[in-house]
């Protein structure tokens, strides 16, 4: 009996290691995008809840550099930002996806050209659903809880 109990506390044990050592691992983008391709509304909401501001590597080849502009009704104001979108990506499960960085500021964006391969760690402000492809986007600047709610309001799937 307690060579039982022994083999199952030892098994509950690495047990737990093994699945802390897994919620440590980073977060991959693919795995991110395979997540919410799958989930049905409920599911992408919560995806969406738990992931919004975690890091995460974003890359991929560059497909456009622009302006931004957004209105934020709430507060009756305008806000231009700046964007870089990445070309098409597939998971390893062939799911489309696209990485589009935001920022406040147009200094951040000046050097990239088309083509150029980019890669960024930067927090997750929203998830959408394209039809097409998922859209990640990503920022690397401070965000004011206003900005972030703009962001995640309007768009979210």
């Known amino acids: 009996m307690r060579h039982s109990l022994r083999v199952i506390f030892t098994a509950l044990f690495f047990t737990g290691i093994l699945f ?3 919620y440590c691992e980073e977060l991959q983008i693919a795995q991110l995008v395979d997540q919410f391709k799958q989930g049905t509304d409920v599911q992408r909401d919560e995806l969406q809840d738990f992931y919004k501001d975690k890091e995460i590597v974003g890359f991929g080849t560059v497909e456009n550099a622009r302006e931004y502009n957004t209105f934020d009704e709430a507060n009756d104001i305008e806000r231009t930002y700046h964007e870089v979108i990445t070309n098409v990506q597939k998971t390893a499960r062939g799911n489309p996806y ?3 960085f935001i920022y406040k500021n147009s200094d951040k ?3 990239i050209d088309r083509g150029q391969a980019i890669e960024k760690r930067a927090k ?4 959408i659903d394209d039809r097409l492809w998922i ?3 990503l920022y690397e600047e401070e965000f004011t809880p ?5 962001f995640r309001q309007f768009w979210y799937r």
């Open 124 to 127: 997750i402000l929203r998830v």
């Open 109 to 111: 964006i000046k050097n």
């Open 135 to 137: 859209s990640v986007w």
């Open 20 to 22: 802390s050592c897994a």
């Open 146 to 150: 206003e900005e972030k709610l703009q």
């Open 98 to 100: 696209k990485v589009i």
